[in-house]
């Protein structure tokens, strides 16, 4: 797996941010207000980490996956606010993420067009990887029918590398149009090592690894 492959699995990792209440060494783990029960039974926190947690640090943890390819993270931290507060602040994609680690952003339209990805940057290395690349073998999530049309380039060309970029861009466009019209069912099969995957499949096996607190796990 390759290094963004594996930022890209950790960043569809559950984030859990919750206000916890300091409670007395003599309160019970089944008397424990939510969150508690969830993040010891299912999470599976010991009383370490429940600590930090309260003391403001992040605390994060592997989850196991249906996959062992694949890799499941769950992270929490105490903040203040409201639910609603949060996903107001998650909606806004572009304020949300501003972080060193993601240089380039932008929105799609819908349908998705080509000029959607106006300014976007491919980085030299992926260039790189795409004129290596094969199905079953490439550093760069692409499709079938996206590698496909990269093997028909002639790399020897003058321009190789502008029609790499644009068969690229082209590729990530047809992707979001089709997740647009027809949702995750519509994600496609990618080729690893070989083997065959759904992506739908492996985003499903990823929801499963991070199911929500039920209510056995949040009552007291």
């Known amino acids: 797996m390759s290094g963004r492959d594996l930022l890209a699995q950790v960043s569809r ?25 969830f993040l010891r039974k299912v999470i599976q926190l010991d009383d370490a980490q429940l600590a930090a947690v309260e003391k ?31 996903l107001a602040l998650a909606r806004d994609v572009q304020k949300f993420r501003q972080v060193p680690q993601i240089p380039e952003m932008g929105r799609f339209s819908n349908p998705a067009k080509i000029e959607d990805l106006k300014g976007l940057t491919h980085p030299p290395d992926d260039i790189g990887a795409l004129k290596r690349g094969k199905p079953g073998s490439c550093d760069v999530k692409l ?22 970029v644009v068969t690229f861009n082209q590729a990530i466009v047809d992707y979001v149009r089709a997740y647009q019209q027809g949702g995750t069912a519509a994600m496609g099969n990618v080729l690893d090592k070989m083997q065959e995957k759904s992506r739908a499949e ?16 949040t009552s007291g």
Do not use: H
């Not at 990792?13 to 029960?37: D, H, K, M, N, Y």
């Not at 499709?143 to 790499?164: F, H, N, P």
């Not at 492996?202 to 796990?217: F, N, T």
């Open 13 to 37: 990792g559950v984030a859990l941010s919750s206000c916890l209440t300091v409670l007395s060494p003599s309160i019970t783990a089944a008397q424990e207000p939510p969150p508690r029960p």
């Open 56 to 86: 403001g640090e992040v605390v994060t943890k592997l989850l196991p996956t249906t996959d062992r390819v694949e890799i499941a993270a769950f992270g929490i931290v105490e903040t203040t606010g409201t639910a609603d507060q949060l």
């Open 143 to 164: 499709g079938t029918k996206g590698l496909e049309a990269v093997s028909r380039i002639d790399w020897k060309a003058a321009d190789a590398e502008e029609r790499a």
């Open 202 to 217: 492996e985003y499903r096996a990823l929801l499963v690894s991070s199911a929500p607190p039920s209510a056995s796990a």
